[in-house]
């Protein structure tokens, strides 16, 4: 298994450029099983997550083919084609190492009339239910039965009639399952307190190429008018804000200064917001954004949100970095509930952080120490790699699978910009 093998201590400073969005890529794909014609994504970062997702497309009977890029390129071009599927069930195995495969349920049921789809598994940062995917779905038509560790959704004669679903806390996934489903319904849709992540922005003016009538795009109540057949598209995944921030997390806790390119400031305002409080100078450039900072930051109190608050996906990354702060943050986390697994391992380093139910408290330190320290989830694992970039010494970060699933080349780009970083395979 990799380790990754960071001397902490240097400022970070250079261009880094940003892939496209996990995220986005993740419910982008699945839209391919919508149509009989090819859909060709650009910008498809090159990540163990998005190579998954396409293997279980292929089980499912679409193609799929990267054309024209170069091994030393970031992002990738991938044509999808789902012709005819040869199966509309998405097995255990492929599910359970990766929870968003539940993203094929709502375009395999528009297009085959019924899909069966494992429970999933995925990030261990709670419990993750499915039941907002489900209920969204039976709300536009489909019957839903659960059998084995399997839910079979079918469709009545085969098409959705579409309806009206307003959800009771807002859910990503649901809202990007129904919104899929509902884009080939007989009739309308209407889905109220929707998220408006700019994942779900992308999602719909992806749809929208291919086709699909959609009203109140980034709004929190969605008008789907159902067509008959959706076409092929090209379409160009949205940059990554989250890796964006984590990187930006990188540049205030080193006390340097990087230019983040490719990058859309408007998507992450709520993370550019909480470095500015924190004392960080966030400047948009030409191409992107450029983050500095030197001296002490300044302590922040955060809490988690749905778009446009505080992401949930940029709580354990701010962690780390206020672990250098000169003073006493409070972070709150209202999304996930064990969303803390990096607190053990951040205090291996020398953190001081105190977890009381939803709540951490985290008092700056003068120092952290390079620590043996272990991976528990995908941006847990960046905030030990961002603790370790401050520390004294040397971090060895083990587990680094949960880093591939969504930080392309993530060694690459820090040595690019000052890390002394490397990976470590034990073979
Ligand atoms: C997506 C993101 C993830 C991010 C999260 C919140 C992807 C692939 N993943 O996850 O990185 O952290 O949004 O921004 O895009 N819930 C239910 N029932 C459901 C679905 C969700 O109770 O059927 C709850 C969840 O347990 C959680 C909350 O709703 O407490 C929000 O989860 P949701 O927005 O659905 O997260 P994901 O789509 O899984």
Redesign the pocket.
């Known amino acids: 298994m990799d380790r990754i093998l960071i001397r902490g201590g240097n400022r970070l400073s250079g261009r880094l450029p940003i892939s496209g969005a996990?995220?986005a890529a993740?419910?982008l794909m699945p839209c391919a099983l919508l149509t009989d014609e090819p859909v060709t994504l650009r910008n498809l970062p090159r990540l163990a997550d998005v190579d998954g997702f396409g293997h279980l497309l292929n089980q499912l009977g679409a193609s799929t083919s990267i054309e024209g890029t170069r091994p030393e390129d970031f992002g990738r071009v991938m044509t999808i084609r789902a012709g005819k599927l040869t199966s509309t069930e998405a097995p255990y195995d492929i599910v359970r190492k990766m929870?968003?495969s539940i993203?094929v349920l709502g375009p395999i049921l528009a297009r085959a009339g019924v899909a069966t789809v494992s429970l999933p598994g995925g990030?261990a940062?709670?419990?993750?239910?499915?039941?907002?995917?489900?209920?969204a779905l039976e709300a536009i038509g489909a019957e839903i039965e659960m059998a084995a560790g399997y839910v079979r959704a079918s469709a009545p004669g085969g098409r959705l009639p579409g309806g009206r679903f307003s959800f009771p806390?807002?859910?990503?996934?649901?809202t990007?399952n129904v919104v899929m489903a509902a884009a080939t319904a007989r009739g309308t849709s209407v889905i109220e307190n929707a998220?408006r992540?700019p994942?779900i922005v992308d999602l719909c003016n992806c749809l929208v190429a291919m086709g699909a009538h959609i009203d109140g795009i980034g709004t929190e109540r969605l008008e789907i008018e159902g067509v008959d057949r959706l076409h092929g598209a090209t379409y160009a995944v949205m940059p990554d804000r989250?890796e964006a921030g984590s990187y930006a997390c990188a540049a205030a806790i080193t006390g340097g200064s990087l230019e983040l390119v490719g990058v859309k400031a408007a998507d992450m305002r709520a993370t550019i917001d909480a470095l500015v409080e924190a004392g960080v100078s966030v400047a948009e450039t030409k191409d992107g954004i450029r983050v500095s900072a030197d001296g002490r930051l300044r302590p922040l109190t955060l809490s988690t949100a749905?778009?446009p608050g505080f992401?949930?996906?940029m709580q354990a990354q701010f962690m780390a970095m206020l672990c250098r702060a000169d003073g006493a943050s409070v972070l709150t986390e209202t999304?996930?509930?064990n969303r803390y697994m990096h607190v053990p391992e951040l205090a291996r380093m020398g953190a001081d952080i105190q977890v009381r139910g939803r709540t951490a408290v985290v008092r700056g330190v003068d120092h952290m120490a390079g620590a043996q320290v272990m991976a528990t989830d995908l941006r847990a694992s960046m905030s030990l790699i961002l603790a370790g970039l401050a520390a004294e010494g040397e971090t060895q970060v083990s587990r680094v699978y949960h880093l591939d699933r969504g930080y392309e080349r993530l060694e690459e780009k820090l040595q690019a910009v000052g890390a002394d970083i490397e990976r470590a395979s034990d073979g």
């Not at 806390?169 to 649901?174: L, R």
């Open positions: 996990k995220n993740l419910t929870r968003a993203l990030c940062i709670g419990n993750r239910p499915i039941d907002l995917h489900l209920k806390i807002v859910s990503v996934g649901a990007e998220a992540e994942e989250i749905p778009y992401a949930t996906d999304i996930f509930e």
